[in-house]
């Protein structure tokens, strides 16, 4: 049976100081998370502007770079997964926190999870309920000013770069 895990984020936009996006497993026991901080957030944008990641300075470009950043940190979490144990084949419920825009997450976290972890996914986008493990935990970690919850992954700006950047 195909494990479910729940997708939200915490924050206005991904380039605040604090963003947080949270997988969480529907059963209470997986929960990981990642938060921007503004550096990292000062270095991305001033390195896209200098024309080193692939995505153009437009209103087109700027919002097909906040969805890579946005997969690319959910491939991340799943990576930090043990999968040994688990069913491949994985649910995936996504909050609408980028409406308009499903089928490019789709595209992007198909290429990141089935070709690089072999995760069979299938994707819905949903409204997560304010109960729900990912909604809670994307704000509680992006209040965490000590970031004392378990549960944070470490994702270097070289991992991120090695996506972003042009080929």
């Not at 906040?66 to 991340?76: E, F, M, P, S, V």
Request: include cysteine.
């Amino acid at each position: 049976m195909p494990k479910e895990f729940e997708i939200d984020v915490s924050g206005e936009d991904i380039f605040c100081h604090n963003y947080t996006v949270v997988v969480a497993d529907k059963n209470n026991g997986i929960i990981k998370g990642y938060k921007f901080n503004g550096d990292l957030i000062q270095i991305l944008k001033s390195r896209r502007g200098e024309g080193k990641y692939r995505y153009p300075l437009s209103k087109e470009g700027n919002a097909l770079f906040k969805i890579r950043l946005y997969c690319i940190i959910i491939y991340y979490l799943f990576r930090d997964i043990d999968f040994r144990d688990m069913d491949h084949e994985i649910k995936l419920e996504i909050c609408r926190d980028f409406q308009g825009h499903e089928q490019n997450i789709t595209s992007n976290l198909k290429s990141f999870l089935e070709e690089n972890l072999h995760l069979k996914i299938s994707t819905k986008y949903v409204k997560l309920p304010k109960d729900s493990n990912a909604d809670k935990y994307a704000y509680l970690m992006r209040k965490d000013t000590s970031n004392k919850i378990k549960g944070y992954v470490k994702i270097e700006l070289e991992d991120m770069e090695k996506y972003l950047k042009r080929k």
